[in-house]
């Protein structure tokens, strides 16, 4: 492992006689990858982690968001590409058909090689539907293993055919045949059903705190970990000048730590909005923003939420709450994210929970009207996709074109944002950013 510090490589003969430190400088390992038992992580994975995170620590981030990019880096390591799935059936199906059918073949002076192929292939086709809804396996991971499934099915098709006519056996053919359809059609079913499969973390988050606590023991604080939001703060007073000024644009989110993350990163400053959380975050100088806000008959909000029960239904809050917008005519640009955009991507980090599925089936009617069938399904099934799955560049890249693609927004829906709901003042868009 390389020392951070000056760049040595310690093997691990260096790191124990060195007691855990760098043979040539000294400077401590925060890690020792022998010494963890699950999940392995090297400081240069560390500090490769939190530079690329930060954009080389120049964006603050929240500790959940690097705990996704953590669990994304350790998931990339142990994946199986296409090619690898391929090249392992050809060497499973191979190496097992010969080994176990000649010595078969040997005792009942019968070739079996070929049906003992059909059964190591059935086998394999079983790992590989397991392996294309494994809860432990990125979206593309199991695409991976969705598609490696329709060319397995393809070969066994082929493959199967030919040999039946070589050992003319019309039984082999009609197994061949079923178990490569079989399996083509497996392989399509999971492949469009990615969106549908939630995920689990590799890691927890109380293991992100400890190895935190290691890294920051042995090389200082982190600049641009953000601390959890403080939601206490006492109103402070603004200066008249400034309280009569308005913004053309407010971001509420619905939750305070995506707030605190906009504002750290001066979003505020460079798009000379607003931003706050449907909690009131920050709630020092929310009473006085809000007096601001409402000067501005051109106000736009754009609304900035996970994909949750709590996050469809934002816009609904804000538009009947009588903190927020109750009858106003404010346009509300929903930035997301929503079910549809899901749908329509693939690689997004998808959860499920009872309690998500509970409060999916509580929303009230006019949030479940602005849904489709589809979405509405999706989150009774207890999904959900968190904001904070996202770095903090691609959030702010999100939420900046969100904001330039409205300009000149209208009724029409221009610059592909959609019209929804009957009060023709709501827009969403089916993608994100």
């Known amino acids: 492992m390389k020392c951070i510090q000056c760049g040595t490589d310690n093997t691990l003969k260096d790191r124990t006689e060195h007691l855990g430190a760098c043979k040539n400088c000294q400077h401590r390992f925060a890690f020792e990858p022998t010494q963890m038992p699950a999940v392995k992580v090297t400081d240069p994975m560390f500090a490769k982690a939190i530079a690329d995170l930060s954009a080389n620590n120049s964006l603050f981030y929240t500790p959940k968001q690097l705990l996704y990019f953590l669990d994304r880096r350790l998931r990339s390591k142990a994946s199986m590409s296409k090619a690898g799935w391929i090249f ?27 049906w003992v192929a059909i059964v190591v292939s059935t086998l394999f086709v079983y790992l590989l539907y397991r392996s294309s809804r494994a809860v432990r396996a990125t979206t593309k991971q199991r695409r991976a293993s969705a598609e490696s499934l329709i060319v397995v099915g393809v070969i066994i098709l082929v493959v199967g055919i030919i040999i039946s006519i070589t050992i003319e056996s019309f039984l082999f053919c009609a197994f061949s045949i079923v178990l490569g359809m079989m399996t083509i059609y497996l392989g399509r079913l999971q492949k469009s059903r990615q969106s549908e499969f939630s995920q689990e973390f590799l890691i927890g988050q109380s293991d992100l705190a400890e ?24 109103p402070v007073t603004i200066s008249p000048e400034i309280s009569t000024y308005s ?5 509420v ?7 605190q993350l906009l504002i750290a990163n001066n979003f505020h400053f460079e798009n000379n909005c607003a931003i706050l959380s449907i909690t009131g975050y920050p709630q020092s100088i929310f009473d006085t923003t809000m007096q601001m806000l409402r000067r501005n008959p051109a106000l736009k909000v754009y609304v900035f939420h996970d994909c949750s029960p709590r996050g469809v239904e934002l816009i609904h809050r804000l ?6 917008f109750q009858n106003s005519n404010v346009v509300m640009i929903d930035v997301g994210l929503l079910p549809k955009q899901i749908l329509a991507a693939q690689g997004m980090f998808i959860q499920s929970s009872p309690e998500s599925a509970q ?4 929303l009230s009617p006019e949030v479940r009207d602005s849904l489709s069938i589809a979405d509405v399904e999706w989150l009774e099934a207890g999904n959900f996709v968190e904001l904070e799955s996202f770095s903090p560049q691609r959030l702010i890249q999100v939420l900046n074109r969100g904001i330039a693609g409205t300009q000149e927004l209208d ?12 009060s023709g003042y709501v827009y969403s868009t089916d993608s994100f950013g």
């Open 247 to 251: 913004f053309d644009r407010l971001v």
């Open 411 to 422: 009724a029409s829906g221009s610059d592909g944002f959609l019209l929804i709901g009957d």
């Open 359 to 362: 409060a999916a089936k509580q």
């Open 253 to 259: 989110c619905d939750t305070a730590a995506i707030a």
């Open 319 to 324: 538009s009947s709450s009588e903190r927020w």
């Open 211 to 234: 190895w935190l606590i290691r890294w920051q023991n042995v090389n200082g604080s982190i600049a641009q970990l953000l601390p959890p939001p403080n939601e206490q703060a006492a």
């Open 88 to 114: 392992l059936y050809f060497f499973v199906t191979g190496f097992f058909s010969l080994l176990i059918g000649s010595f078969l073949s040997d005792i009942l002076n019968f070739s079996l090689i070929p």
